[in-house]
């Protein structure tokens, strides 16, 4: 028997109220769950599951809502979409056609821009971490800004920028030392954390880099971490930027660009959360003084709400008075983020008849073999059957970028809906794939 109903008194918010803070998401009297003018359960019959469903009409306008916002705060800003949170080329496309650049970390997500149409000059190359490979490719394509972390770095990229006979546009991050307040494995503002120039060497660092052969300085970068829920911590990162910014023009240096970097957080609970007015309003009233052209590297705001994980129940297991356990499909192979950030999705029914179900509390996991593979503990969600149909909300960001082979379980399908057409934007992995690129040694074939 399952363990009574019982919700705490914070209770989360129920599928209900889930859909409709999400006007891209309708309950189907017949068709159930429906994202944007396609029912999920279509999509599952015709691509299986677990799989990945992102709405194009939902990021083009999440695109345009910050484009809107950096607007009427009067600011010349551009926006750079972090690759990171999902490099799909279907969604880089969908950007690309809106106007967006790219913040890249990668030579990977460098090459995935490029393929998907975005110009090189719109391409930002964050990273603490670029290799000598990396800092050529980023050189020979022209990309429009290279953000250096380190003496290091610098050295290096002067190095390879005279050996090739290019001028490398550098902004220098600067590590602010401010708390975003949010979880510490996604904070990046810090001293104490790995990326940036340290606050106090930050103006001797830049005079440096405008005596380099093959380093043409441009500005400042700020970046302070991921998931941010307050304008605050950005208006105090700012504020030093800007500071910053009047001490290196005394010394008659140039600073053209401020790169404000990415971080701004969504609502994956019914927690408040900084809309893109408020950040607007924290750049204008900090660096909007400053002459400077501002550059902002979005991800998770853009694609995170954009995207569900679908997924079907593979059965319920109860034992004795302990609440029952869902085991789904998908897993933490899939979407990690619970598992590696504790990290809290809603969880809503597909089916009409389910979503009007009165709940139970169960605990909602995956079939891999480790006890962190769950979703949620505790959780109220309706009585499910094998086989009924479940969405993971708000995956659009870091699930199927952060997913692996694990459990040699093949990557699920992504889909891709526009209004009221979807198609595959990648095909579910074959599973003789995950085996296709090793080799055994000729000693070991007898």
């Known amino acids: 028997m399952s363990e009574p109903l019982s919700l705490p008194d914070n209770p989360d918010p129920t599928a209900a109220e889930l859909i409709a803070a999400r006007p891209f998401l309708t309950r189907d009297t017949l068709d159930g769950l429906t994202l944007e003018g396609v029912p999920l359960a279509r999509i599952a019959a015709a691509c299986g599951t677990p799989c990945w469903v992102y709405g194009a009409g939902v990021l083009r306008g999440r695109f345009r809502a910050l ?9 010349t800003a551009h926006i750079h979409y972090a ?16 106007g967006a650049g790219a913040d890249v970390v990668s030579g990977g997500e460098l090459g995935r821009a490029r393929a998907a149409g975005i110009d090189a000059t719109g391409i930002v190359f964050s990273g603490v971490g670029k290799t000598e ?59 104490e954390n790995k990326f940036g120039i340290a606050w106090a060497d930050a103006a001797e660092f830049y005079a440096r880099a405008a005596s380099l052969p093959g380093i043409a300085p441009v500005g400042l970068a700020v970046h302070i971490g991921s998931q941010i ?37 969504i609502g994956y ?23 400077v052209t501002l550059a902002l590297e979005p991800g998770r705001w853009l694609i995170g709400p954009a995207g569900v994980l679908l997924t079907k129940v593979i059965r319920v297991k109860r034992q004795g008075t302990i609440r029952p356990f869902v085991v789904l ?37 995956g079939p891999v073999c480790e006890t962190g593979d769950t979703f949620a503990r505790g959780r109220a969600l309706a009585p ?11 995956a659009g960001a870091y699930g199927a970028a952060m997913s692996s082979t694990y459990n040699a379980r093949p990557l699920a399908a992504e889909v ?25 040694p000729e000693w070991l074939n007898g």
């Open 229 to 265: 829920l307050s304008a605050a911590p950005y208006r105090a990162a700012f504020t030093r930027i800007a500071e910053l910014v009047g001490g290196l023009r005394a010394r008659g240096l140039t600073v053209r660009v401020v790169d404000c970097g990415g971080g701004l957080g």
């Open 67 to 75: 484009r809107a916002a950096l607007d009427a705060a009067g600011l």
């Open 416 to 440: 891709l809906v526009d209004g009221d057409r979807f198609d595959v934007i990648r095909p579910r992995q074959d599973e003789a794939a995950l085996w296709a690129g090793e080799r055994v």
């Open 384 to 394: 499910l059957a094998p086989g009924a149909l479940v969405a993971i909300l708000d």
């Open 133 to 191: 490979a990396e800092l050529s490719l980023a050189l020979a394509e022209g990309v429009g800004q290279i953000n250096v972390e380190s003496a290091e770095e610098l050295d290096q990229l002067s190095a390879i920028a005279s050996r090739l006979g290019r001028v490398a546009p550098v902004a220098l991050r600067v590590n602010p030392d401010v708390d975003a307040g949010t979880h510490a494995k996604i904070t990046t503002g810090r001293a």
């Open 269 to 291: 609970r019914d927690e408040p959360t900084c809309p893109p007015t408020a950040l607007a309003g924290a750049m204008r009233e900090t660096l909007g003084d400053l002459g």
């Open 83 to 98: 690759v990171k949170a999902n490099g799909n080329l279907a969604i880089l496309r969908v950007l690309a056609a809106e």
């Open 329 to 365: 499909d998908a897993a933490m192979n899939d979407l990690v983020r619970p598992a590696m950030y504790e990290a809290w999705h809603g969880i809503v029914p597909v089916a009409a008849a389910d979503l009007v179900r009165a709940p139970e509390i169960a605990d909602i996991v």
